[in-house]
């Protein structure tokens, strides 16, 4: 790349000098050009005219020797005033937490991410832009979806239990939100199915695991994943993508899925309602991506005792409306069986609630994250110009996807298709439009973060579940031992008292 010569450094990339890995995270998802500073050296800092670093770890006095009077220093630590945690240390926070909603006087219950990130991220982000703004630069982005598509729409089906009747019900009502469904199937459940994984074939259908559990030991989960890659591609579906069961998220799966070279997952206890992302893995960001899908589903209201299938799809589809009003990312997901199987008005009112929305991307999962890793990869800077003017300029120009940038000032943008990999502009010719109306949205849920009782503890210490067939549990550990010993336990005190 090769910048057009000029005395003032690029408007971007914003530099980042000892920054928190949370900034990386929100400025990837956001589609802003940004360059870690490895070295901060005059000549690298040439690179942008906006350095940013982190007060609590960065003297401004040993920065500014090496900014020039054109560099404009942004100080992060002043955006965690007025944050009830460290919004930074919030967004790398994979520890989930109990969280609840309340409809129609019922409550519903989720193990969710511990923070809403995505509001994080658009609070941080407005405080960032304007900071950018008011300091004279530019705030332009990488348009989130293809152009001319404003927001974008998937549904993901989790099958989870034995029941191809309810699949195929599921699947009759499926039939207006088919162009934008992701199946993710639990194989233990369907194996011995064989009609609905043949009905997948041509759908995007993606692993479940095998048996409906995620474990605290890699190697139990390596087995698990492998057994569903092998049962799946079998049938001629050839996984690439896998959703936890009850949305669990540790760093052995993550492992694990990233020694199969899966490229994305789904995993609710990690993040919710927000951009797609790279989780921050202590040292590194992983290199599966995550799509963060709308947390509730129907099972919640079930198990509060609320199976109205018109309340159930209104509260959802309305969510959903009020994300893509607001130009997000909308991710619903449900259960065929026992459920949406035997629920059509559910989808029907969600397909309703999407039909009609022209500039809305209705899109598979797996061509979500397609898009979103082409558009990760993208290189460019924005140059100034005399006269109000200025050039982007991309370094490895692509035509795979048709794409946009959006230039924001204050609450307007301007979208701006691109035609090619230089291109020049005047702010004083381009039509700003107010962002979109937003809808209120269901009130964000309680988080409940009690410490656990000890009865809990030692359920998670063992890594508690009963779904794996006791001969299976693998004996490599304490953990699994003392598991299998319970089991066993258990098993002969049911049979004694049947």
Request: net charge neutral.
């Amino acid at each position: 790349m090769n910048p057009i010569h000029s005395t003032i450094p690029t408007t971007l990339p914003l530099l980042l000098w000892n920054t928190p890995p949370g900034l990386e995270q929100i400025l990837a998802q956001e589609g802003v050009p940004f360059e870690v500073v490895r070295e901060p050296h005059p000549m690298v800092l040439r690179g942008g005219r906006f350095v940013l670093y982190d007060g609590r770890t960065t003297s401004r006095l040993a920065l500014a020797p090496l900014l020039s009077p054109d560099h404009f220093a942004i100080d992060v630590d002043h955006f965690r005033r007025g944050e009830p945690v460290d919004p930074f240390s919030a967004l790398v926070d994979t520890r989930g937490s109990r969280a609840s909603w309340f409809v129609e006087g019922k409550k519903l219950t989720e193990r969710v991410a511990r923070h809403d990130k995505g509001s994080i991220r658009r609070r941080l982000i407005g405080r960032l832009r304007r900071e950018v703004t008011e300091a004279g630069g530019l705030w332009v982005r990488l348009a989130p979806f293809p152009h001319p598509y404003r927001s974008a729409f998937s549904f993901r089906a989790d099958l989870d239990e034995p029941l191809a009747d309810d699949y195929f019900r599921y699947a009759k009502a499926r039939e207006p939100l088919d162009d934008c469904c992701t199946h993710f199937v639990c194989t233990d459940a369907y194996a011995h199915h064989p009609s609905v994984l043949r009905d997948l074939r041509d759908r995007d259908a993606q692993s479940h695991g095998h048996f409906h559990h995620v474990y605290r030991d890699p190697e139990a989960n390596r087995i698990n994943l492998e057994r569903a890659h092998r049962i799946l591609s079998s049938f001629s579906l050839d996984p690439n993508a896998f959703a936890a069961p009850h949305g669990r998220w540790n760093r052995g799966l993550d492992d694990v899925l990233e020694d199969f070279g899966y490229r994305y997952s789904s995993d609710f206890q990690l993040g919710y309602d927000d951009f797609p992302f790279y989780p921050w893995k202590g040292d590194r960001f992983s290199r599966v991506l995550q799509l963060p899908v709308h947390p509730i589903c129907e099972g919640l209201f079930v198990e509060a005792g609320l199976d109205d299938e018109r309340i159930i799809g209104e509260t959802i589809a309305g969510t959903i409306a009020a994300r893509l009003d607001a130009g997000e990312l909308a991710i619903a997901y449900g259960h065929p069986e026992r459920r949406l199987g035997r629920m059509p008005e559910v989808l029907r009112i969600l397909a309703e609630a999407v039909r009609s929305e022209a500039l809305v991307w209705r899109t598979t999962l797996s061509e979500l994250a397609r898009w979103w890793r082409w558009r990760s990869e993208r290189r460019w800077v924005v140059v100034p110009l005399e006269g109000n003017r200025f050039e982007v300029q991309f370094s490895d120009w692509n035509t795979e996807y048709a794409i946009a940038i959006e230039i924001h000032r204050g609450d307007f943008f301007a979208s701006v298709p691109l035609t090619g990999p230089r291109m020049s502009m005047g702010l004083d010719g381009l039509a700003f439009e107010r962002s979109g109306d937003k809808r209120p949205m269901l009130a964000p849920p309680v988080i409940e973060r009690q410490a656990p009782s000890l009865k809990q503890a030692i359920r998670l210490a063992i890594d508690w579940e009963t779904v794996t067939p006791i001969g299976e549990i693998p004996d490599s550990t304490l953990p699994n031992r003392v598991k299998r010993g319970l089991r066993r336990w258990k098993l002969r005190r049911a049979e004694a008292h049947a």
